[in-house]
Nanobody, 116 residues
Framework: QVQLVESGGGLVQDGGSLRLSCVVS????????MDWYRQAPGKQRESVAT???????GYADSVKGRFTISRDNAKNTVYLQMKSLKSEDTGVYYC??????????WGQGTQVTVSS
């Protein structure tokens, strides 16, 4: 059974930083493509950042230059370093795992609130 557990969310002031973590169990982590998504109140869930099994990264335009996704295969963990946070970054952040073959698994989410 695949499990993804996010942590690191919280309340931060405008311009602040947070680092989110997502620990994966039940799958060969190094083979998985990993993503961070977020969902703001009243809005659809959107992709924020992605990192392939080979380490290639991609970002939504809204977070480029401010967010950095990384992974540590030895720790089965993917990270999202967030800097220069804005109120529009507020939302629930979800970790997503993409298996070989396309099946996806989601974490339970962690709340990020940026106060202005």
């Amino acid at each position: 059974q695949v499990q993804l557990v996010e942590s690191g969310g919280g309340l931060v002031q405008d311009g602040g930083s947070l680092r989110l973590s997502c620990v994966v169990s039940g799958y060969i982590f190094r083979l998985a493509d990993m993503d961070w998504y977020r969902q703001a109140p009243g809005k659809q869930r959107e992709s924020v950042a992605t990192i392939s099994s080979g380490g290639r990264t991609g970002y939504a335009d809204s977070v480029k230059g401010r967010f950095t996704i990384s992974r540590d295969n030895a720790k089965n963990t993917v990270y999202l370093q967030m800097k220069s946070l804005k109120s529009e970054d507020t939302g629930v952040y979800y970790c997503r795992l993409q298996k070989i073959g396309g099946q996806v698994e989601w974490g339970q989410g962690t709340q990020v609130t940026v106060s202005s």
